[in-house]
């Protein structure tokens, strides 16, 4: 690499080690792991036996054999790859089918189906919305929104997170003609969920649009894990118009890929003007037969919801005994996402350490993924988890609670 003797002189490529150098000072360092699924929420983790809470499965339905069997009966007789666009040869089947079959689930006019969730998010808001319009954001939303804000090239208004009188005056005294509001359904950081029918409220009042992500209510939130707008019971014949749906389908529903639903006329414009939908290879049929089987498993197994419902009340009701004594917030939420605000980024590790040193896997969040000074735990509650796994976790936190006394 470093052969071509004319490139010898001073560049900012060697400022780079001194700049990973000053995040590793910051705790900032963001390190991978190898793993390995075992049983139940259980991971091999760089070798050893861990108990997950990190995971957004949050039903088990990744090591579900219904899934895997649709999968693999899917790549029997698709193939593995999709080989090109929607738009041209890559829309199979499989993918129709399932468009059809999540619109359905959700109870919207039409869905349709995209490789990943990210790509959706920064590709739909640039479709909706551009120079001269205003976009309205959450100060709490997931990344991809905001980039998809950013590639919009919109005005963009944040707003406090779940103010929405301040949302309110922002879009009253917008002169923009096409408004779009946007927010995560479930908050991913802090796990709250947004309040939908207000926001369908201001949205009707002053003429705009609301994409909401439910990437963290697809599967847990509503009847049979139909989503955020079902929980709030603003689907079929009661859905708003102004609405777009827009779920992954790697977190509860176990595989890969993403939708946006809505009315027929919405969905059809995002077909036209999505470049993430035009410009990328199709997600492959066998990962819509998985997700086809994974909306099967929402509908057949109500026990899995079930069971993570008992899992977020047993976890939140012993929290408090555990983290007695603390400065540390458990963020209110009824969703699989807990947030266990602990402050500084090098407390956040410590904890994340002690919980490691006892098997227990659960991940620190620090900035800028989260605000400067909230750095916390997320935990992941599931399905997978038994009633044991959930008392272990109380019990490694109070261990870690009652840790820097000790020591
Ligand atoms: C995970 C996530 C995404 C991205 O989805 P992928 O399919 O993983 O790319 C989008 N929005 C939110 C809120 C998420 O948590």
């Not at 004319?6 to 150098?21: K, T, V």
């Not at 738009?87 to 490789?115: D, P, Q, T």
């Not at 004594?325 to 402050?343: F, K, Y």
Request: glycine share 8%.
């Amino acid at each position: 690499m470093t052969s071509d003797t004319h490139d010898l002189g001073p560049s900012w490529l060697d400022e780079i080690p001194q700049r990973l150098a000053a995040l590793d000072a910051a705790h900032l360092t963001r390190r991978r792991r190898e793993a390995r699924p075992e049983d139940g929420a259980w991971l091999r983790v760089d070798g050893r036996r861990m108990l997950a809470f990190c995971s957004n499965d949050y039903l088990g339905l990744s090591q579900h054999p219904a899934l895997r069997e649709a999968a693999i009966a899917g790549a029997r007789r698709y193939g593995v790859g999709s080989g090109g666009s929607p738009m041209v040869s890559g829309h199979s089947e499989a993918n129709a089918a399932l468009e059809r079959e999540l619109a359905e689930f959700v109870g919207l006019e039409r869905a349709l189906y995209f490789y990943a969730g990210y790509a959706t998010n920064a590709s739909i808001v640039p479709a909706l919305v551009g120079p001269g319009d205003a976009l309205f954001s959450d100060a709490l939303n997931h990344a991809c929104l905001i980039d998809g804000a950013r590639l919009s090239k919109a005005t963009i208004h944040r707003f406090e997170h779940a103010d929405l009188a301040q949302l309110d005056a922002l879009m009253q005294a917008s002169p923009a003609r096409r408004k779009l509001v946007i927010s995560d359904a479930v908050f991913s950081m802090d796990g709250d969920v947004a309040d939908i029918p207000a926001l369908i409220a201001l949205c009707e009042q002053h003429d705009a649009l609301l994409l909401l992500d439910d990437a963290h209510g697809f599967g847990v939130c509503g009847p049979q894990g139909r989503g955020s707008l079902a929980a709030v019971g603003r689907t079929g014949a009661r859905a708003s118009r102004r609405v777009v749906y827009m779920a992954t389908l790697g977190k509860a529903a176990g595989v890969a890929g993403a939708f946006v639903a809505g009315s027929q006329v919405l969905v059809e414009w995002l077909l036209q003007k999505t470049r993430s939908y035009t410009f990328a290879t199709a997600a492959p049929a066998m990962l819509a037969e998985g997700v086809r089987a994974a909306l099967r498993v929402f509908r057949d197994e109500p026990a899995r919801l079930a069971q993570l419902q008992r899992n977020i009340a047993r976890f939140r009701a012993g929290m408090p005994a555990a983290i007695e004594g603390t400065p540390w917030t458990l963020l209110p939420s009824e969703t699989a996402v807990q947030a266990l605000v602990i402050g500084a980024n090098d407390d956040a590790l410590r904890v994340m350490q002690s919980l490691a040193d006892a098997g227990l896997w659960v991940p620190a969040i620090r900035p800028p993924t989260v605000a400067e000074g909230s750095a916390r735990l997320r935990i992941a509650l599931s399905a997978a988890h038994a009633e044991d796994d959930i008392d272990a976790l109380l019990r490694g936190l109070a261990q870690a609670a009652r840790g820097p006394r000790d020591a």
